[in-house]
C-alpha cells in the first residue's frame, strides 16, 4: 500500500522559510519521479509546484515558485522535501506530495499559511 505522509507545514510571516518533508513507503521510491502539489483552498483544483527525477538530478518548478523553493529527495530515506523560502501570502494552501501530477496518489498534506 503507497503511504504518503507530509510534515512541517506550519504559519510563517511573509518573507519566512519552511521545509516540508515527506515520507514515503509501500512503492519502490527510487523508481519513481516524486511531485509536490498545492491547493490553495477547499473546492479549488490542485496546482503542480515541482517535480524532481528518480534520481534526483532533475527538477522542474512552476514559475510563480522558481528561485524560491527548492525541491530534493534522500533516496536512503525514502523522503522528498520542498524547502521554501521567501514565502509570499499567495504560496498559503494545503501541500501534498505525489507519485503523479494529477495527484491520484497523494498524502493527507500539511497546511502552509503565509500571514503577519
Known amino acids: 500500500e503507497v503511504q504518503l505522509v507530509e510534515s512541517g507545514g506550519g504559519l510563517v510571516q511573509p518573507g519566512g522559510s519552511l521545509r516540508l518533508s515527506c515520507a514515503a513507503s509501500g512503492f519502490p521510491f527510487t523508481s519513481y519521479r516524486m511531485y509536490w502539489l498545492r491547493q490553495a483552498a477547499p473546492g479549488k483544483g490542485l496546482e503542480w509546484v515541482s517535480t524532481i527525477s528518480s534520481s534526483g538530478n532533475t527538477r522542474y518548478y512552476t514559475n510563480s515558485v522558481k528561485g524560491r523553493f527548492t525541491i530534493s529527495r534522500d533516496n536512503a530515506k525514502n523522503t522528498v522535501y520542498l524547502q521554501m523560502n521567501s514565502l509570499k501570502s499567495e504560496d498559503t494552501a494545503l501541500y501534498y506530495c505525489?507519485?503523479?501530477?494529477?495527484?491520484?496518489?497523494r498524502g493527507q498534506g500539511t497546511q502552509v499559511t503565509v500571514s503577519s
Open positions: 505525489a507519485t503523479d501530477e494529477n495527484g491520484k496518489q
